[in-house]
């Protein structure tokens, strides 16, 4: 932030107009994506952008469709994301990007309630309050990816041997992000679909995910 302070300031001094890009403080994929609204009028594509976000809202609204109101509570898998390192572990807020796209996929988000106001991807966790909340988890979202040396679902729990009782890592469940899905701000609707895929296999046949990959 420090440095990014100071091109900003040199930037003012040469009377260089800026206009701060803030996707990454939305709180959901659509909201990431609608700033093509505003970066489209940049180049004279303001109607074009407006169209592509249109045609991305429907999409995504018809997958969030399949799943909201169609499926008993009992049938949302609770989904926990966190990142884990050795003696600690940091949780995702209950207003972050993965736990509306969760909730949008049919999921129950752990830790909603308890940081519900939180966009943030990375909030410090008691360790006892996330095995009592994890260790019941259908799914288990790593929030970063394998280039951060975790590769295998042993790698987790190396770091932290209470994750070996949770019920997501018994399963096989556990799931981290991939690269493409830092450039997937433009496919709202495919990572829902990825999402509700991971939840709920049965509504999406034969999906290959793309954005996210199972942990071995």
């Known amino acids: 932030i420090e440095s990014s302070g100071r091109w900003l300031s040199l930037l003012e001094e040469r009377n260089i107009k800026i206009l701060p890009v803030f996707t990454h403080k939305e709180t959901s994929l ?29 999409s995504y609204n018809e997958l969030k469709n399949r799943v909201q109101g169609k499926l008993p509570e009992r049938e949302h898998p609770s989904v926990l994301g966190a990142v884990v390192y050795e003696h600690r572990v940091a949780v995702s807020g209950g207003d972050s990007v993965l736990a509306n796209t969760v909730e949008d996929a049919g999921g129950r988000f752990l830790f909603k309630d308890e940081f519900l106001n939180s966009e943030s991807q990375y909030i410090e966790c008691d360790p006892e309050a996330f095995f009592r909340k994890g260790v019941d988890s259908d799914v288990f979202i790593l929030t970063t990816t394998k280039a951060s040396g975790i590769k295998r679902i042993g790698d ?49 046949p034969g999906h290959e995910v793309r954005y996210f990959d199972r942990l071995p």
């Open 30 to 58: 659509l909201g990431q994506f609608e700033w093509i609204r505003l970066l489209g009028e940049f180049y004279n594509q303001g109607n074009k952008a407006g169209r592509l976000f249109d045609e991305k809202l429907k």
């Open 156 to 204: 987790i729990t190396a770091l932290n041997d209470m994750c070996r009782h949770f019920k997501s890592f018994k399963n096989k469940n556990v799931w981290c992000y991939n690269l493409g899905y830092w450039q997937a701000v433009d496919r709202p609707d495919e990572v829902l679909s990825d999402m509700i895929a991971i939840l709920h296999p049965h509504l999406m």
